[in-house]
């Protein structure tokens, strides 16, 4: 269940309209550049936009002439209020300076906000924290550049990733591995959790539980490397050089498990029709080598996020991709050929990443959903629809002070995403009925309720 609504698409149409930290402390950046400070978006009728960038900017922007002033003009044309910059350099100071905004380095990642910064810290060393005065609402920023070795997703495609570890033989290193693609799905398991990755998205989870008992929101983005739980499923199996795998990456699972959405995929369910590629960005400013680790395979994935924590006082309205509009497969460029729509700026690309954008807004009284509140105390009829914790409910019969929730109760929870049913255990299937889960799209055969798509002799068929 998700409990962050999706709200009208604006996301588009807005971007065609478009302190250096010492012993962690805060200031607006101040270089002999600087021009003024940058003021806060103004509310709406209680609504702040919330527009959070992921950008991935290699080795701060230091890549391409004028790095950082490249950089400023992307989050400029994207209207990002919230920016995660792993593999910063001193690009948040200069980003920040040149805008007027606020900004904080502490590990690999630099978040540079139009917001104010409150407080900062780190968690587990990989985090960059920062608390951010949203027009009165606390929103708590988290960005992270997770380790890079032990770059687990290349062995499926054949390829091992510089390690420092007990990896079998061979997996040391980013050459082509002479045994050809691992299909071990828990040896690639084991690989990834050596990594350190799903550790520290564990402790993260625990900080961002604490914060959320204390009343804020949270945001959290960067570069895992590592792919989403969500994109490796039974429908992308013979994609991309997956080799037939369906691989439950831990990271990705553990912030999903502790209750965050990721943004993109929230918009965007099938990974097949989007899948949202970040890695490898195609950049025509470099020669394609050096702009692959696997040049013999199709490495393309997501490892670039955003997510968020479900709130009543938070929407996603959208989420894009955004950079040059071709990749690298094979060593090759190729035109990106899937449903996503790219936003590509003006300003010079700095990076051998694609970047996430998400747009929220932030509500003071709640981002006020459709359907009105469940009243325990009122009757409802078949038909009838309410909210409850974040989603839309719909009454299968007469009921009264019955809370939503039960997968065989009264109550049916309706998810959908671009006028297509997503499959939830709470609702109501008749023959004919079609719904996607997990990326892939279903037909219903006879009437069902809380059978999930897939097994064979279920009453799911897939389409196609």
């Known amino acids: 269940m998700s409990s962050a609504p999706v709200r009208p698409r604006r996301l588009l149409a807005a971007v065609a309209a478009g302190a250096t930290l010492a012993a962690m402390a805060i200031a607006p950046s101040a270089t002999a550049t600087t021009v003024p400070p940058a003021e806060p978006k103004p509310e709406v009728d209680g609504v702040s936009e919330l527009n959070v960038l992921t950008f991935n900017v290699w080795h701060g922007g230091t890549q391409i002439d004028d790095g950082a002033r490249e950089i400023a003009d992307v989050l400029l044309e994207t209207d990002a209020d919230v920016t995660f910059l792993p593999e910063q350099g001193d690009a948040p100071r200069e980003v920040a300076a040149l805008l007027g905004y606020d900004h904080v380095i502490a590990t690999d990642t630099g978040i540079v906000s139009r917001y104010p910064i409150l407080e900062t810290s780190t968690v587990d060393r990989w985090w960059t924290k920062a608390v951010l005065d949203v027009n009165g609402t606390e929103v708590v920023a988290y960005g992270g550049h997770l380790e890079y070795r032990w770059y687990a997703t290349y062995l499926p495609r054949g390829y091992g990733g510089a390690v420092q570890g007990d990896w079998p033989d061979g997996w040391d290193t980013w050459d082509k591995l002479p045994g050809g693609p691992v299909t071990d799905v828990d040896a690639i398991l084991e690989a990834n959790r050596q990594s350190g990755r799903p550790a520290t998205a564990a402790a993260l989870v625990a900080d961002v539980a604490a914060e959320r008992a204390a009343g804020r929101i949270a945001v959290v983005g960067g570069d895992f490397n590592e792919p989403s739980v969500q994109d490796w499923t039974e429908a992308t199996a013979d994609l991309q050089d997956h080799n037939g795998l369906v691989i439950p990456w831990q990271s990705t699972q553990t912030l999903l498990d502790g209750g965050l959405v990721d943004a993109f995929r929230e918009v965007h369910p099938d990974p097949v029709a989007n899948p949202g590629v970040t890695w490898p960005s195609d950049n025509p400013l470099f020669p394609t080598t050096d702009l692959t680790w696997a040049p013999e395979a199709d490495e393309r994935d997501r490892i670039d996020y955003v997510f968020v924590t479900p709130d009543e006082r938070v929407s996603i309205d959208d989420a894009a991709v955004v950079g040059p509009q071709s990749t690298i497969v094979r060593n090759e460029r190729v035109d990106d050929d899937s449903a996503d729509q790219i936003l590509t700026p003006d300003a010079v690309w700095p990076s051998d990443h694609k970047a996430v954008l998400a747009s929220f807004s932030v509500c003071d009284d709640g981002c006020a959903p459709a359907a009105p509140a469940w009243d325990a105390s009122a009757v409802y009829t078949a038909g009838d629809e309410i ?53 892939r799209t279903y037909d219903a055969k006879w009437w069902t309720r809380n059978e999930k798509p897939g097994p064979p002799r279920g009453p799911w068929v897939t389409q196609g």
């Open 387 to 439: 909210s409850y914790e974040g989603s839309t409910w719909r009454a299968a019969w007469w009921t009264r002070g019955q809370e939503p929730g039960a997968a065989y109760g009264p109550w049916q929870e309706i998810v959908e995403r671009d006028g297509v049913a997503r499959w939830t255990p709470s609702r109501i299937f008749e023959a004919g009925s079609v719904a996607v889960y997990e990326g």
